[in-house]
T-cell receptor, first 113, second 114 residues
Framework: AQTVTQSQPEMSVQEAETVTLSCTYD???????LFWYKQPPSRQMILVIR??????QNATENRFSVNFQKAAKSFSLKISDSQLGDAAMYFCAYRGSQGNLIFGKGTKLSVKP | DGGITQSPKYLFRKEGQNVTLSCEQN?????MYWYRQDPGQGLRLIYYSQIVNDFQKGDIAEGYSVSREKKESFPLTVTSAQKNPTAFYLC?????????????FGPGTRLLVL
């Protein structure tokens, strides 16, 4: 069975600085998709970024980028120029052949002004 | 506007009572999902449906039931058999049920037991 592990329950970053959130996963599949979702206090789940496992190039969305290391089964999220609105829970998720998402337990990110 | 709606935002259940959470989408998505979120936990899959009139159990289906009579709707019933129903419930949908499609989420329903 696939598993997703986020080893940092909480992280803190100064406004305008850069922070990296860690995620590792375990799978025997070769074709899969990885996602980072943001959950602000409103509790709405918002897609931040996605990565296809067959693509070697790391995905980027504005200030958000990933470091995808397929052999190491690592999928970290880098947030550059952190803003107050980035404060939220961040969930790493895996989606394999069955189609459903498997989530990590989340990392709570605080942004200090 | 296209999107996923869930109602109600808050729901209170009495002991021994069945309650139904609504999830509607107008994105023309084939696949729909129900997740449960507990404090300090990630989301766990309850049920999912890849097509109308078909659905499968997820990891924690006991005490829950669903139906998928229409493409747009995927209601979740929390039965009296679910002994610890207090949680935040999220509905999601994706264009198809294959692995490559992104899932989009509704705003959630908070269920509390009186």
């Amino acid at each position: 069975a696939q598993t997703v592990t986020q080893s940092q329950p909480e992280m803190s970053v100064q406004e305008a600085e850069t922070v990296t959130l860690s995620c590792t996963y375990d799978t025997s599949e070769s074709d899969y998709y990885l996602f980072w979702y943001k959950q602000p206090p409103s509790r709405q789940m918002i897609l931040v970024i996605r990565q296809e496992a067959y693509k070697q190039q790391n995905a980027t969305e504005n200030r958000f980028s990933v470091n995808f290391q397929k052999a190491a089964k690592s999928f970290s999220l880098k947030i550059s120029d952190s803003q107050l609105g980035d404060a939220a829970m961040y969930f790493c998720a895996y989606r394999g052949s069955q189609g459903n998402l498997i989530f990590g337990k989340g990392t709570k990110l605080s942004v200090k002004p | 506007d296209g999107g996923i709606t869930q109602s109600p935002k808050y729901l209170f259940r009495k002991e021994g009572q069945n309650v139904t959470l609504s999830c509607e989408q107008n994105l023309n998505h084939d696949a729909m999902y129900w997740y449960r979120q507990d404090p300090g936990q990630g989301l766990r899959l309850i049920y999912y449906s890849q097509i109308v009139n078909d659905f499968q159990k997820g990891d924690i289906a006991e005490g829950y039931s669903v139906s998928r009579e229409k493409k747009e709707s995927f209601p979740l019933t929390v039965t009296s058999a679910q002994k610890n129903p207090t949680a935040f419930y999220l509905c999601a949908s994706s264009l198809t049920g294959t692995g490559k499609e992104t899932q989009y989420f509704g705003p959630g329903t908070r269920l509390l037991v009186l």
